[in-house]
C-alpha cells in the first residue's frame, strides 16, 4: 500500500494481559522502525528491521517486549504482562533505504494502547 | 549520544503572523535533520529534510528551515502562518555514521495559531 497501515487504532488491556500491535509498511520499502510515544511528546526509539532481520534493537526493554517482521505477513510489535507504564502510542514508521535519496521514515496513524 | 532541544513547548502566534520554531541538536558531526507535524490523533508527516547542501531547505505548507551547523541549530520557519497550521511540530537527528538509522527527537513545540 501507499501508505504505512497500523492496527488497531486503539487497544485497552487489564494490567498483566498481552498486547499486540501490527504493522503494514509501504509496499517496497525494507526498513520498518517502532517508536513509542509516552507523555504525549516524549518519542522513545524501540526496534528496527532491514526486511525480517532486526537492524537495531537497542530500545527494546529486555523482557516483555518482542517483535516480528514475517515475510508476506504486518509486522507485529507484542507485549507480554502489559504493565501501567506500558499506555502509549505505538507508532511504526518505514524507509524504501536510507541513502541520500531515500532518507526518510514515513509513519502510521499509531496505536494507542491504555493499560488499566 | 545525541540529543535534540526544542526549547519552546508552546508558541502562540496570531494568524497571518511569521514564526519560528527553535531547534538545537547536540553534535557537530555530520547529521541528518528533519521536521515533522503531528497533527490531533495524526501519525507524523514530514515537513521537510536537511541532508547535505544548501543551508536553506524548503518544504511542504510554505516552510522553509536553516540548517547552522556552527550553531547546531535546524529551526523552523514560515512567513505567514494559517490557522489550519495549529499542531504538534517535532524536530529530529538521525545519525548517518552511526548505522542505526534510528531518529532522536526532540520534545516537540506546539504551535498555536489564534485568529
Known amino acids: 500500500g501507499e501508505e504505512v497501515a497500523q492496527t488497531p487504532k486503539h487497544l485497552v488491556r487489564g494490567e498483566g494481559q498481552k498486547a499486540k500491535l501490527y504493522c503494514a509498511p509501504i509496499k517496497g520499502h525494507s526498513y520498518v522502525f517502532w517508536y513509542q510515544q509516552v507523555l504525549k511528546n516524549e518519542f522513545k526509539f524501540l526496534i528496527s528491521?532491514?526486511?525480517?532481520?532486526?537492524?537495531?534493537e537497542t530500545g527494546m526493554p529486555k523482557e516483555r517486549f518482542s517483535a516480528k517482521c514475517l515475510p508476506n505477513s504486518p509486522c507485529s510489535l507484542e507485549i507480554q504482562a502489559t504493565k501501567l507504564e506500558d499506555s502509549a502510542v505505538y507508532f511504526c514508521?518505514?524507509?524504501?533505504?536510507?541513502?541520500?535519496?531515500?532518507?526518510?521514515?514515513?509513519f502510521g496513524q499509531g496505536t494507542r494502547l491504555t493499560v488499566v | 549520544a545525541q540529543s535534540v532541544t526544542q526549547l519552546d513547548s508552546q508558541v502562540p502566534v496570531f494568524e497571518e503572523a511569521p514564526v519560528e520554531l527553535r531547534c538545537n541538536y547536540s553534535s557537530s558531526v555530520s547529521v541528518y535533520l528533519f521536521w515533522y507535524v503531528q497533527y490531533p490523533n495524526q501519525g507524523l508527516q514530514l515537513l521537510l529534510k536537511?541532508?547535505?547542501?544548501?543551508?536553506l531547505v524548503k518544504g511542504i505548507n510554505g516552510f522553509e528551515a536553516e540548517f547552522n551547523k556552527s550553531q547546531t541549530s535546524f529551526h523552523l520557519r514560515k512567513p505567514s502562518v494559517h490557522i489550519s497550521d495549529t499542531a504538534e511540530y517535532f524536530c529530529?537527528?538521525?545519525?548517518?555514521?552511526?548505522?542505526?538509522?534510528?531518529?532522536?527527537f526532540g520534545t516537540g513545540t506546539r504551535l498555536k495559531v489564534l485568529a
Open positions: 514508521a518505514s524507509s524504501q533505504s536510507w541513502d541520500r535519496m531515500n532518507t526518510e521514515a514515513f
Open positions: 528491521f532491514q526486511n525480517e532481520n532486526v537492524f537495531d
Open positions: 529530529a537527528v538521525s545519525d548517518p555514521t552511526s548505522g542505526t538509522y534510528k531518529y532522536i
Open positions: 536537511y541532508l547535505s547542501g544548501s543551508t
